[in-house]
Every structure is written in structure tokens, then in C-alpha cells.
């Protein structure tokens, strides 16, 4: 009896909550589920290592910088022999919620995306042929693929496949906004729920959204005003050819976009309140005032979540096989 | 009566093991002790820390990668602007117990090495003002300072006292080795041993020696040949201005050696088999066989020790008075 009114105490309870939260438009993160810790275990030793790239010296980790919110905190990012990246890295954090990757969203998923940079003359500057070769050149290495693939040769799919594995562990649960959403009152300033509030009624919401704040739609930068930029990138169009694409980007999450900065697909805004400031007249048609503004900011600084924790991976030696990368060549 | 027994041999088995190790001249490596956590934990975050350079990119992790054991396997480093470094890094792995810092020994120790990279124009290219100003925008690391330092102000000496600290961490103790030193003779196997007692006779040991196996002197590149090579380093005449000391180099430490190729300051030998005998012929007047080779190289191996494990630095974001680097200016 007494146990039969506590189940029926905790449905409610739970029903509860699950209104609590599908009654806002932005959703908790959950912490990710690992399933095969040895494919994570490699994805990560392939994240943190430059040998994936012509020099030896740019891996994933070096734009999408873990200790840094998951991006590099640049304009746009320093590529081989120090090119210039054409845009600015969005953060690996949280990506496996977005519905495609890249701004403009030309690879569906992580593993499409992963291969993308390793072969890209402006970012690592190597080639898929030349990543497996060396990789199967590692003893160590090799022993670790065959253990969670089952084979001894590797390939470039089974590579992306341990990399997006290890992206998936990179989401930030916890934030104190994720804390309100659950209940806890006290998790956020009332200053800070004002912001919120300001973001939705302001219509922010339109477009962040979701459990990723954003990363769910495409979207015109600049609706209501143009918005004036050096940067030659297209959006969506470059994918689609469709004109009605041109200038249509992924809208990028604001979960730790405190630490995400700068911001925009061309890193123009140095700080939160830019963006803001900019979002609100392009987007919005809306001139926030100053006191608007950094309540809207003083929310976007609740959304940053528990930052991925995890002892720094040990990558094995090249053996005597492994060709030598020469950056200066 | 028990207890003295016990005490007694307790003593004698002390001694036992001390005379073990003295009567070798490698000796074991003891773990870091850490006398003040939070010293440590500042100086992690800076060494991982790329607002220490210029272009916002480079931090010490990227020439003295702790993925890699603590080099960047490139025969000379990539600096500022892609520039190419004129010598190899030396791992950073145990370099506390180096007589001095660099292949020349121009720093008399950690904190001033420390230093040197941050305003190198061919490295970070940073300024050591610069870099101040940057870590005092940023709130979280002025808590931090404040709360190891005790005051509002940073200074460079700080900086470099920090991340001397965290520096002095990285030793690795628990090579099979070390462990065969300290009496488990099972730790290394025959063909080990006969490589470790041809390293001894055959005078490699006269500079490869104490608990570093290098570290511990300055020795002329080419005892008996001269070295041939482009690289224009002169060695430790460039910090004495003595003729005597041209051409003498730090000896490099061989902890870990099977992680941190290419070898020697100018990084031109690409494995452990090709760095024998060139030191073989060069410093020694002799050449090794294959077998004498391959049973060196087997020795050295064992001297990969536990490399240091800790979670990957969070850095405190930029506020809105950093200065934003602009690597492409």
C-alpha cells in the first residue's frame, strides 16, 4: 500500500517535471551515454593528435580547443603554414545536437565532418590516403583499431567513425540555466530570468531554440537590415545553389557562447554584447538599450554548462616506419 | 623483541636497496612532490594557455606537446607567422632535474626559461608587458593569482613561477627501468640488460648518466668526427663567448627517448637507431653492429616512464577588455 502511493507520488512527480521543462522553448542537456569507451578512448587520442595534418603540428584540437570552449577564440582560424581560415570555428561542444555541420551545413554529421579539416589544403593540409597511412604505420595505434574495429587495416571511415564518437561525449550538461529548467529556482538570478524572459518576448527565441540554443535551422543573416561584412562566404547557398539559400547560415548554439567568443560566421563581434547589440537590429529590427542588453547577456552567461573533464590523452610513438612531417617543405 | 627484528631488517634492506641504486650510475626518478596544489593547477592552465603568444595560438603545450611526451616531434619548432625555429625543442618532460635550461643553457632554470618563448619574436612573438595585460583582463585568472599570490597584481615572475611549478610536475617515474633499478629484475628482459651494459661499456654512460640519463653536463656535438650539419646553433660558446665551449650542447636527457624524435639539436636523426650510431661513431669512435644497435635501442626503450596524467586544463574566458589577438596582422 505504502509503496503503491509512493509510485503513484513519483509519477506525478515526474509528469511534473516533464511539463516544467516542454512548457520552454530550451531544453536541458543530458550528459552523453558512452557506450564503447575504446572507441571514445581512440576518437580522443586522434582529436588531440597533429599528425593527422601535413605539418605535425594543427590537430582538431587546435580550432576546436577543448581547454577553450571548444573553439579557437580567433576571427578565423590559423590553418597550414599559417593560412587563413575563410571563417570562424564554431565550437566542437555540444555539435552532435546541431542538425548539420559546418555554418553552412554541408557535412550531416560529425563523421562527415571530421574529414573534412584532415584534408582540406587551408586547414591540416593532409589527405585521407596520407592520415591512414601514417596511422597504420603505429603499431600502437593499429592495436587500438583492431581492438574496437576488429580489423588490421585501418580506413578514413573508421577514423571519423572513433573521432564523431569521441565529439559525442562533448556536451555540457549542468549549466545553471539547465539547472532552473529543472526545477531549481534559485539557479539563476532574477536579473538573469529577466533576460531570459527579454529573449524570448524579443523573439531571440525564434531562431535559439532547442536543447542546443540554436543549431537546429538554417537562417538569413540579416533580415531586417543587411549585414555588412569583408567576408566572401555565402551560407547555404554554397551547398544548395539556391538563391534563396545565399546568406543562410546554421544558426550557431549559445550554450557557453560566454566562452565562444568571437562572435558571427566571420568572428566580426568581439564581445556578447555586439552580438547582442548586432542580433537585435539585423535579425529583429529591436535597438536593445544598454540595460536590455546586458540582461539578455547576463542570461546567455547562464547557458554555460560542466566543460568536458577528461585526463589528456597519451598518443603512441611513430615507429621508425612513419614518414616524418616536414611543415616547412 | 619482534619490532626491533622486523626494525632491523627493515634498516638492512633499506641500505640494500640504496647500494642497489649507487652502484648504478642511472639512478630512479621519484615522483613530483607537490607542495602547493593550486601553484600547480595556475601553471597548468597558463602552459595550455595560447593568449601567451601574439597570435593567440601558440602556448607552450605546442612546442612541448604533454601528448607526445612533451616535444612536437618536428625536427625544429613552428613559430609566430609559421616561422621555422632554428633548433629542436627539448622535451619538457623532467627538464627540472637539468642542470639548466635550452640546448645551451641559457636559462639557469624553469622560470627563466619560462620566459624566454613568451617573447621571442621566432616563438609566442608575444611581449612579457603584453602578456601581463592580457592575464590581468581576465577575472579568472586574476582570482587565481590573487588567491596563490596574494595580490591584485600580476607580474611576469609570477607567470613564469607558475608555470615553473606546474613544469616541475612532469617527471616520470616507473620505467620498467626504474623499476629493474630499484630490484625487480624482471622488469626489463635479457636482451634489455646486455643493452643497458653495452650502453655502460661502450661510454655512453660518461655522458648519459644520473637520474635524467643527461641533463647533467655540456658536451662537444662530435667528440671524435665532426658533426655535419646546416644548422648554424654554436652551442654554449653563444651564452660564454669561450671558443672552448663551441659546439658543446646540453646533453639531452634520454627519459622517454622513444617519444621525443627527431633527435638531437638539430632534430636530423629521425630514429633511435640512426641517433646509436651516429653518437656511436661521432662521440665514441665506434660502430655499433646491428645487433649492438638494436640492443641499445631495446635499452632505451625501457626508459619511458609514467607520463603525467591530469585533466586537461579549463582556461577563464577573455572579458570584454582583453585585447583580441589578430594572428594575421
Known amino acids: 500500500m505504502q509503496v503503491s502511493k509512493l509510485g503513484i507520488a513519483s509519477l506525478l512527480c515526474l509528469a511534473g517535471a516533464a511539463m516544467a521543462q516542454s512548457d520552454e522553448p530550451l531544453q536541458p542537456i543530458e550528459p552523453a551515454k558512452v557506450t564503447n569507451q575504446a572507441l571514445v578512448d581512440l576518437g580522443a587520442k586522434l582529436f588531440f593528435d597533429p599528425r593527422l595534418s601535413r605539418s605535425g603540428f594543427i590537430s582538431c584540437n587546435s580550432c576546436h580547443n577543448l581547454s577553450m570552449g571548444g573553439s579557437d577564440n580567433l576571427k578565423s582560424s590559423i590553418g597550414d603554414r599559417w593560412q587563413q581560415g575563410p571563417i570562424n570555428s564554431p565550437t566542437v561542444l555540444n555539435s552532435s545536437l546541431n542538425l548539420a555541420q559546418f555554418w553552412d551545413g554541408r557535412a550531416a554529421d560529425l563523421r562527415a565532418q571530421a574529414g573534412g579539416p584532415i584534408a582540406n589544403p587551408m586547414e591540416m593540409a593532409f589527405s585521407h590516403e596520407l592520415a591512414v597511412d601514417m596511422l597504420q604505420s603505429i603499431p600502437g595505434y593499429v592495436n587500438e583499431f583492431k581492438a574496437v574495429f576488429g580489423d588490421d587495416k585501418l580506413s578514413i571511415d573508421e577514423v571519423t567513425t572513433a573521432i564523431a564518437a569521441f565529439e559525442e561525449t562533448l556536451v555540457t550538461p549542468n549549466s545553471r540555466f539547465d539547472k532552473w529548467l529543472k526545477g531549481d529556482k534559485k539557479a539563476i538570478t532574477e536579473d538573469e530570468l529577466k533576460g531570459y524572459q527579454l529573449f524570448k518576448e524579443s523573439g ?125 617543405n
Chains 1, 2 share one sequence.
Open 204 to 328: 531571440c527565441i525564434a531562431c535559439h531554440n532547442g536543447p542546443n540554443v540554436g543549431g537546429n535551422s538554417f537562417q538569413r543573416m540579416g533580415l531586417i537590415e543587411p549585414y555588412q561584412t569583408d567576408n566572401p562566404a555565402e551560407g547555404r547557398f554554397a551547398v544548395t545553389g539556391d538563391d534563396a539559400d545565399r546568406f543562410n547560415f546554421k544558426v550557431p548554439t549559445l550554450r557557453n557562447v560566454e566562452l565562444t567568443y568571437p562572435y558571427f560566421h566571420d568572428g566580426a563581434a568581439d564581445t556578447l554584447s555586439q552580438a547582442v547589440d548586432t542580433m537585435g537590429r539585423l535579425q529583429l529590427g529591436k535597438k536593445f538599450t544598454e540595460e536590455e542588453n546586458g540582461l539578455i547577456v547576463g542570461f546567455l552567461k547562464t547557458l554555460t554548462g560542466d566543460q568536458p573533464s577528461f585526463v589528456l590523452p597519451q598518443l603512441p610513438p611513430s615507429s621508425d616506419k612513419t614518414v616524418r612531417p616536414n611543415p616547412f
